[in-house]
């Protein structure tokens, strides 16, 4: 079982970077495919990077180019490196993970707590 947190939210202007961690425990960290998520107020939660035990990655069209997903297995750590943010990048961001299977999706068995990214313009 793997125990998440999130943290590194927070309130910046557009064009500004953020970068987000996701600090897991358990032995075993480095086998989970590792995601990240986000839900805007009235919008449901959304698809945005996700990266596998053995480093393949997907992102989201609407984050490509500006964000980096990456993971440190010896810190039992994931990141998410946010660039050029912008309004609609504002929402609560949650790590998942899960042992196997499609990275792109929502059946994740493991879910943070969330933590809120604010962008204004």
């Known amino acids: 079982q793997v125990q998440l947190v999130e943290s590194g939210g927070g309130l910046v202007q557009a064009g500004d970077s953020l970068t987000l961690s996701c600090a897991g425990s358990?032995?075993?960290?480095?086998?989970?495919?590792m995601g990240w998520f986000r839900q805007a107020p009235g919008k449901e939660r959304e698809f945005v990077a996700a990266?596998?035990?053995?480093?393949?990655?997907y992102y989201a069209d609407s984050v490509k180019g500006r964000f980096t997903i990456f993971r440190d297995n010896a810190k039992n750590t994931v990141y998410l490196q946010m660039n050029s943010l912008k309004p609609e990048d504002t929402a609560v961001y949650y790590c998942?993970?899960?042992?196997?299977?499609?990275?792109?999706?929502?059946?994740?068995?493991?879910w943070g707590q969330g933590t809120q990214v604010t962008v204004s313009s």
């Open positions: 998942a993970a899960k042992r196997g299977g499609v990275l792109v999706s929502t059946d994740y068995d493991y």
């Open positions: 990266i596998s035990a053995i480093g393949t990655i």
């Open positions: 358990g032995r075993t960290f480095s086998i989970y495919h």
